[in-house]
């Protein structure tokens, strides 16, 4: 089986990248030999769009599986239209990745946003009380309604 892991670096000693369309290469290695190619990922230095065309150079190069850290949905999608595997939540070195690949240790993505990369940009979101509500019982103004 033909399976792609995102690499820091060019060798199997190397960290997985948890980044897939920004990961700086793709070591393609086969589950049945040692054989491992490194393919730099050319779509990493786009300004947009990484994700898509990361997993569109990992179908051209024929991968049964990928092994990454996170992915984008868009990215999530192309890859499973082509009937690739996808396993998340990878980390150490490629070497273990595979190895914990091998081992049915790594988890598979099935398209679930809770998998899914939490993106790299600057969001300004407000939770966990942030907001500027008014509490129970007030109105404009700050009282308390009722009362003398």
């Given at each position: 089986m033909k399976v792609v892991i995102t690499s820091k670096g060019t060798t199997m000693e190397d960290a997985?990248?948890?980044?897939?369309?920004r990961c700086g290469t793709f070591l393609l290695a086969g589950t049945d030999s040692d054989e491992v190619r490194a393919v730099s990922n050319d779509a990493a230095a786009l300004g947009g769009g990484a994700g898509v065309q990361a997993a569109q150079s990992v179908v051209d190069l024929g991968a049964e599986a990928v092994i990454t850290g996170q992915l984008g949905p868009n990215s999530a999608q192309v890859l499973q239209a082509a009937g690739i595997s996808v396993y998340v939540d990878a980390s150490g070195?490629?070497?273990?990745?595979?190895?914990?690949?091998?081992?049915?240790?790594?988890?598979?993505?099935?398209?679930d946003t809770q998998?899914?990369?939490?993106?790299?940009?600057?969001?300004r979101g407000r939770g966990m009380g942030g907001g500027r509500g008014r509490g129970p019982g007030q109105r404009k103004g700050g009282f308390a309604q009722g009362g003398s």
């Open positions: 997985v990248d948890p980044r897939f369309g070195s490629v070497q273990e990745a595979l190895e914990a690949f091998k081992a049915g240790r790594l988890k598979e993505f099935r398209g998998a899914m990369g939490r993106g790299t940009g600057a969001g």
